[in-house]
C-alpha cells in the first residue's frame, strides 16, 4: 500500500500545488486560486498572509486495495484534504467519482474553508475523494471500501470530531456517512463524542432533522433573496419575485432534486431537467419527484410522459430561461458554451460549474451568477447544526418545545380575552406548537442565508470596483479566515 501525507504552509503549499499537476490535466485548484487572486486586490492583506491562507495545508494520498466479489483485486485511490486549520475543526464532504483528481480534492476542500467564513461556520476547509464510480460496486463492496477509507483517516488523524468531519458530496449520501461513523466509532470505544466525526448521518445514527434537504433548501433561500431585491432583478430585466421564474436544472441527485423542489414550490416553474442520459423538456413545468420516480423504474429521465427529449445534456443548459441551475460537476461553463447561455440567472448548486474564463463573459451578458461558496453553503451550515446536536448529546428542542408551547397558549388565551376573538383548533395548533428539531434547524438555515446574501450586497457597495457576487464572496472570506489568523498573533 503507498500511502503519502503531504503538510505545506505558507509558500510551500503552493509550490507543491504546481510540482504535482500533470500537463494536460485540469487543475480546479489554479481556477479557485485566480477568484482568490482577484478578489485578494480589494484587500491589503501582506502577501504571506494571503499565501497562508490560499495553500492547501495538508493533503493525505492513500491507495488499497479491494478484493472483488468475482475473486479479483483492484487498487483503490483516494484522498483526504485539509485546505486551512485556522479554526477546527477541518470540514468537507466525501466525493466518489471515477473523475476524482488530487488538484480537484484540494480546489473543493479550498471552497469549503471560503464558504465556511461566509456563512459563519466555525470550521476550516477540507475535502475527500474516492476514484471510483459508485454504480460498478455492490452495496458490500462500497461498505468495505468506505470503512477502509476510514481506516485509513483514523490511522493518519485525519477524521475526529475536533480534527476533521467529512459529510456527503456528490456520490455519497447517508449510508456511507452512517459506515463512517460506526467505523470511526468502533475504533475509538468510549469517546463521547464519537458520533461528532461526520455529519449527513441517517437521523438514527444521530444524525439531524433536515440535513438531507439542506443544500437545495439553502439554494432556494438565496434565490429567494435574490428575487425579492427588486435593485438586483431591474438591473437583469426580470420582474421581483420567484413566482413564475422559468428554472432548468442539471444534475436530478441530492443537491439538485432539493433545491428543484422548493424553488418549485415557491412559486417557480421547472421547464427542463437534465441528467448524463440527456435533458427533458416541457413549458407548462416538470415535477421532480415524478421525473425521479420515473427515472427509477425506467432508468432515465428521458420519455417522461408530456415532455419533450432535448437533443442533448448540454442542449438544456442553453435554453430560453430565468434560473439555471447547475447541481452536478465542476467546469459546466467554459469559454466555448459560455457566450450562447441565456439564463438571466446561475445559481450554482455544484462547486466550482462556471471556469475563470465563463465569469466575464456572464458578466458581460448581465448574467447575475449566484456563487456556489455563498448558495450551496446550507449543506455545511446544517452539518455545523448537526455536529453541535452530537456534542451536546441532546436534539433541538428537546428542551424548549413544550415550554414554548405553554408560552404561547397563554399568549394566545390573553389575545382572545383582550380581543374577544376565538381561535379555531387549527389556527391553535399552528400558533401554538413549539419549534421542534426541523423548525430550528430550517429557520437557522433560513438567517444564515438570509444575512450571508446582505453580507455580500454590502461588500458590493463598500467597493463598487467588485465586479460580481462571487468576488465580493471572495473578499469576505479573506477578510473573515485574515482576522482569525491575526487573533492568533501569527500574523501582526
Ligand atoms: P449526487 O451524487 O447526489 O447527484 C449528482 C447528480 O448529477 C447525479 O444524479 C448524476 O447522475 C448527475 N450528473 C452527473 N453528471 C451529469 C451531467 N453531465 N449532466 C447532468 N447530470 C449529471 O451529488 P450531490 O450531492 O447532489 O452534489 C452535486 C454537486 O453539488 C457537487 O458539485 C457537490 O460538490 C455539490 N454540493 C453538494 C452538497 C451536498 O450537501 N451534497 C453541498 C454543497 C455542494
Redesign the pocket.
Known sequence: MLTEVRTGVRHEGASLVHSVVMSGQPNFFEEVNKSFDEAAKFTEYPAGLLDQIRCCNSVYRFDFPLRRQNGTIEVIHAWRAEHSHHKMPVKG?I?YSSGVYEEEVMA?AALMTYKCAIVDVPFGGAKGGIKIEPRDYSVEELERITRRYTHELVKKGFIGPGIDVP?????T?EREMAWIADTYAALNPGQLDAMGCVT?KPVTQGGVNGRRE??GRGLYFALREACAHGELMKGIGLSPGLEGKRVVV???????FHAAKFCREGGATLIAI???EGAIFSESGLDENAVFQHRKQTGSILDFPGAKNLAS?AAALELECDVLLP????GVFTAENAPRIKARIILE???GPTTPEADPIFREKGILVIP?IYC?AG??TVSYFEWLKNLSHVRFGRMSKRHEQANELTMLKAIEAATGKRFSDAERASIAKGPDEADLVNSGLEETMISAFHDLLETRRRHPGVPDLRIAAFVNAIHKVARSYMELGIFP
Open positions: 464532504g466525493r473543493l459529510a456527503p458530496d456528490y456520490g449520501g449527513g439542506a443544500t442539471q444534475g436530478l441527485g441530492n443537491v439538485g437534465a441528467e448524463r445534456t447541481a452536478a460537476l465542476e448548486g455544484a462547486n456556489d450551496n449543506g455545511v
